[in-house]
């Protein structure tokens, strides 16, 4: 077989090669040399790299158009939607180029080591772009992904996305194949169309070569070398333009009119950040570290309005002075000790603090006054449970709600069979008894309350879980950078832990301390329970930071199931154990406490509910009908994993009444984001702004507490100042320690649940902040005083956002843009002068917040 034969048919098509089976060994060193992949392997495989590549370029392009379609005005997309592909198209013109039949070997070696690994990487780019999109909502944020934390939680977390990723890579390489050589030779066609139309002295006309007589030469390389001298083989009669050149002359003019405007078009294009986001082209983007991740400042154009109550003040001032700080250093009391310099530190103070509103003044809700004064309310224990991805219409899931609606429609005509109601209807029985709320499934069954109360209208501090746990525990905004990293920095508030060994070094323990009835002499532990890992994003750092004493973890689990031998209980995923495998744990922690006289806080974060959904044994009944690209299968397992967070729930219950502490145990349970599954397909909050991701249950639940709803606008970060209010006004503390939460109340931004809330007082609001995840693309924004919600961008690749979510609930009709001052216009059509009024302030009020944010937290971006 000739060599110049051997891949004739390979390049004719792209990929198909014909081999001898029977070769000696000297062909078979021949054919696994270099030199031979370089002559012929490579020559024959040019043209299905460039395909591949040129797919994967437009593919990623017009998804990344796509999914910012409501981000700019239609005439704008119109006018300068041409000029957003030319970053791609001078990409695929310079692979054109490298895949050229090089005679030269170096220039084919040069040629194979750059296209070949650029064209499977940007394949493989585009399809996780594609992937991630599908999945979640969003594209990746590629200067995000430079600060990702590589521990192996966070890469069996994305490893959950291969699939999808191997699915639209192989549908790439399948598309290549069949578009191998015809994409190539319509861009040859392209550039030499624009060629042709280049003057003489620019262009090098390629000359035919002289061919030996026995070489063997692909007919497509002959075609290749011989079209642009055809023309002139061609004789014409003087005077007469063939039909053929006269289409060629069309062509040009297309082709190089089309060229030319779009050319002229980027010129003439204003300058614009949203123009430049969209313009970015998926082989430059992950790899452009040109910008921070995060500004220094939210960037505003100029508007109306006097600010200068903001201005350059800020909120931290020396720090009251209290006389019983003991004279060792306190954990999470550092600002109240000189530093290692003996200088003086300062600390926040809510007097300086132009945006704080306190509600300490108020006298508690009158629904809660007389149990809280009667004595009947003690609380000698308390947990607090973040609940994974729990949003506030599944505690519990409720028939009326947009989730229930979505169920009910996935049946023929809007009924649910008898036997899917039934499941709904005994889904989330606890949830239903801790809020006071029926499902409604099955009819408004009566519910035996729990007792306490519930917030009907709160929102997370953070979408992003370890940032939402650090704004409960501690009562604090938090640190606006990407992923944990307030561990690092300095935590400005005392947490919830740290104010209990406060408490706990104002008396002597040995004294007081004898009988069991006088438990508010008792000194607290602290401790942190999860059947999870915690290696993602160094929680096992951050857990510390915040306080706790003791940890519980998978690790612990596993220790300790294998020390007792028998079998081992299944993790239901890589994240860890079920809940239920912390039920010992919390019993003997209980009878522990009450043996040594002690009282207890614990914090619990739940993992089930987390995305993949996975279930003990992989277990799932059918609560919804499948509708197609397999969205519906993903609420049905979602579904289930919140019915066995809800079991775990009866279980900690019981416990409690095992343990005899339920009526002294004040148990919180919040959620510490949610998702837009029913809405948009979202299975995580990353850079999802929807509402849904926000809004999440709240519950403090007491059984000698009255059933209260409260409606009021709050954030979670309201709960620590709430748990010390509530410790104080049940006379659930001794005299000092209550002089200590007296002292230390005041200090915290968020106002207390169990007195009427002030949303706007003096003209200012109660401005409620969300860091989304993961932390240094957007922020959140609401006021308690208003129906309005803004996303605020700290990049510049990212929208405005605004709803009033008052008469669009679940931002159906959200408006969006890159420009702020158009969006303004477009509220101003929809929504009055009263809302762009309220956007003006609350950007105004954003621009000085996230700098006193990283003043605070003694950041420097």
Not at 32 to 37: A, E, G, I, K, T
Not at 710 to 732: F, Y
Request: proline residues 6%; charged residues 20%; aromatic residues 10%.
């Amino acid at each position: 077989m000739g060599k110049g034969a051997m891949c004739h048919a390979w390049d004719r098509h792209g990929l198909k090669m014909g081999f001898e089976f029977k070769v000696s060994r000297e062909q078979l060193r021949k054919a696994l040399s270099p030199s031979f992949w370089l002559d012929h392997c490579w020559p024959a495989s040019r043209k299905y790299c460039f395909s591949l590549l040129f797919i994967a370029v437009i593919c990623a392009k017009i998804l990344h158009i796509y999914s910012h379609l409501k981000s700019l005005p239609v005439p704008q997309l119109l006018i300068w939607g041409p000029t957003f592909f030319l970053q791609d198209v001078l990409c695929i013109l310079i692979t054109f180029a490298l895949c050229a039949n090089f005679e030269s070997r170096w220039l084919r070696a040069i040629a194979a080591l750059v296209v070949i690994p650029a064209s499977l990487g940007i394949s493989g780019l585009s399809a996780a772009n594609i992937s991630f999109y599908v999945a979640t909502g969003a594209e990746i944020h590629w200067r995000q992904a430079h600060n990702f934390h590589g521990d192996k939680a966070a890469v069996k977390t994305l490893l959950t996305g291969l699939t999808g990723l191997f699915i639209v890579e192989i549908l790439f390489i399948g598309a290549a194949w069949f578009s191998t050589p015809h994409l190539f030779n319509f861009i040859k066609g392209i550039v030499g169309v624009l060629k042709s139309v280049l003057p003489k002295a620019w262009r090098r006309e390629k000359q035919s070569p002289i061919l030996k007589s026995y070489e063997q030469v692909a007919p497509e390389d002959w075609e290749e070398d011989r079209t642009a001298s055809d023309s002139s083989l061609i004789a014409k009669e003087p005077g007469q333009i063939p039909q053929e050149t006269r289409r060629s002359i069309w062509l040009q003019a297309l082709v190089f009119g089309c060229t030319a405007f779009v050319v002229i078009l980027r010129c003439l294009r204003p300058t614009n950040a949203s123009y430049n986001f969209l313009s970015a082209t998926v082989i430059i983007t992950p790899f452009d570290k040109s910008q921070p991740q995060t500004q220094t400042s939210v960037r505003l154009p100029k508007l109306s309005g006097d600010y200068s109550w903001l201005g350059n003040h800020t909120a931290l001032a020396a720090p009251p002075v209290f006389d019983w700080l003991p004279q060792e250093k306190l954990a999470g009391f550092t600002d109240w000790y000189e530093d290692a310099n003996h200088t003086a530190r300062v600390h926040y103070d809510p007097a300086h603090d132009p945006l704080h509103i306190s509600n300490l003044e108020n006298e508690v809700l009158e629904s809660l006054r007389k149990s809280l004064q009667g004595g009947s309310v003690n609380i000698k224990h308390v947990l607090l449970l973040k609940l994974e991805s729990t949003r506030a219409d599944v505690f519990p899931l409720r028939k009326e709600s947009w989730f229930g609606d979505m169920i009910q429609k996935s049946f023929h005509n809007g009924k649910l069979p008898a036997e899917v109601e039934d499941r709904l209807a005994n889904l989330t029985p606890t949830a239903e008894r801790l809020t006071g709320t029926s499902s409604g499934f099955n009819g408004n069954k009566t519910v035996q309350p729990y007792g306490g109360f519930h917030a009907t209208n709160a929102y997370t501090a953070d979408t992003f879980t370890l940032k939402s746990i650090l704004a409960t525990v501690c009562g604090i905004d938090p640190l606006v950078v990407d992923f944990n990293r307030e561990y690092l920095h300095h935590i400005y508030q005392p947490c919830l832990p740290h104010v209990l060994e406060a408490l706990n070094a104002q008396f002597n323990q040995t004294e007081k301390a004898t009988e069991k009835h006088n438990y508010t002499s008792w000194p607290w532990r602290t401790m942190w329970m999860q059947s999870i890992t915690d290696d993602y994003d160094n929680q096992n750092l951050l857990t510390p930071a915040l306080g706790f004493q003791d940890v519980v973890t998978d690790l612990n689990i596993t220790r300790d199931l294998e020390k007792a031998g028998g079998p081992m209980p299944d993790k239901y995923n890589f994240w860890g154990y079920p809940e239920r495998e912390l039920s010992g744990y919390y019993r003997r922690a209980i009878e522990a406490a009450e043996e040594k006289k002690e009282r207890l806080f614990i914090s619990h974060l739940t993992g089930i509910t987390h995305h993949p959904w996975d279930t003990p044994h992989q277990e799932y009944e059918e609560m919804i009908s499948h509708g197609p690209w397999g969205k519906n299968k993903k609420v049905n397992r979602y579904l289930n994993t919140l019915g066995v967070a809800d079991k775990w729930l009866a279980e900690l219950l019981n416990v409690l009444e095992e343990t005899g502490v339920a009526n002294e145990t004040l148990v919180v349970m919040v959620g510490d984001h949610g998702i837009s599954l029913p809405e948009n397909s979202g299975v995580t909050p990353y850079d999802n702004p929807h509402v849904a991701s926000f809004h999440v249950p709240l519950v403090f639940a007491h059984p000698q507490l009255p059933t209260i709803e409260i409606n009021s606008r709050v954030s979670s970060k309201q709960i620590l100042p709430t748990i010390l209010d509530l410790l104080s006004e049940s006379g659930s503390l001794d005299d000092q320690a209550k002089k200590v939460v007296k002292d230390l109340l005041p200090l915290y931004e968020g106002q207390s649940m169990i007195r009427p809330a002030i949303p706007e007082k003096d003209g200012k609001q109660d401005w409620q902040f969300s860091v989304m995840n993961t932390g240094g693309t957007w922020l959140a924004m609401r006021s308690a005083a208003k129906p309005y919600r803004l996303i605020i961008p700290l990049i510049s690749d990212v929208e405005w956002r605004f709803s009033n979510v008052e008469i669009d609930p679940h931002e159906v009709d959200a408006l969006q843009d890159f420009n702020l001052l158009n969006l303004m216009e477009m509220v101003s059509r929809e929504h009055g002068e009263e809302a762009v009024q309220w956007i003006n302030d609350a950007a105004h009020v954003t621009k000085w917040w996230v700098e006193e944010n990283w003043r605070r937290y003694e950041y420097v971006p």
